[in-house]
Nanobody
Framework: QVQLVESGGGWVQPGGSLTLSCKVS???????VAWFRQAPGKERRGVAS????????MYGDFVTGRFTIYRDTAENTVSLHMRNLRPEDTATYYC??????????????????WGQGTQVTVSS
């Protein structure tokens, strides 16, 4: 069983930046890590993913170059740096890990361990 703990959420004004971190109990024997988000009354959506082997990255269309996912294998951490945040980015952000190859990296069915989530609020 893999344990994940997210941190770094909070309130930020539009145009601001935040970095979310996902501390994973182990990255060995995992295929990939992803960030998802869910706003009240909306479906959960894939934000960004990274494979732990060759480091392939994928981003949701709505990211539009504003977010960067990166891994620190020495610290067992996968982080999401978000800049130029918009009110529509307000959501609970979740980190998830996949133990097998991800067929559709930004779809949640690929992932078998999840964190508790961290809230991001973008407002003036």
């Amino acid at each position: 069983q893999v344990q994940l703990v997210e941190s770094g959420g909070g309130w930020v004004q539009p145009g601001g930046s935040l970095t979310l971190s996902c501390k994973v109990s182990r990255l060995s024997h995992l295929y990939g890590v992803a960030w998802f988000r869910q706003a009240p009354g909306k479906e959960r959506r894939g934000v960004a993913s990274v494979t732990l082997g060759i480091g392939n990255k994928m981003y949701g269309d709505f990211v539009t170059g504003r977010f960067t996912i990166y891994r620190d294998t020495a610290e067992n951490t996968v982080s999401l740096h978000m800049r130029n945040l918009r009110p529509e980015d307000t959501a609970t952000y979740y980190c998830a890990t996949a133990s097998r190859e991800t067929i559709v990296p930004l779809s949640d069915f690929n992932y078998d361990s999840w964190g508790q989530g961290t809230q991001v609020t973008v407002s003036s």
